[in-house]
């Protein structure tokens, strides 16, 4: 089994920052491409970033500047450093990893729980 445990979300004022954290734990062989996605309600999911094992970075138009994600790959962890957060960035926050179990061929995503992060004006 494995599980990816989310933490840090919360309230925060528009201009704050969160850091939001992700471990991925369990009979884990190697962890692939890791990252954050949110839902807003009522809305689909969408992404935020995604980093690669070798630190490559993706982020969303909306987010470049703001946020920062980075990783451990020590400890099959991945974070979301989030400045200058607006009210619309309120939404769940999902950690997602793309990852092989042991004794497995073959890698597959694995999500999160998620992680409520709210922002007030």
Known sequence: QVQLVESGGGLVQAGGSLRLSCAASGEIFRVNNMGWYRQAPGKQRELVATITSGGDTNYADSEKGRFTISRDNAKNAVYL?????????????????????RFSSSSRPYWGQGTQVTVSS
Do not use: F, G, H
């Open 81 to 101: 450093q989030m400045n200058s957060l607006k009210p619309e960035d309120t939404a769940v926050y999902y950690c997602n990893a793309d990852l092989r179990i």
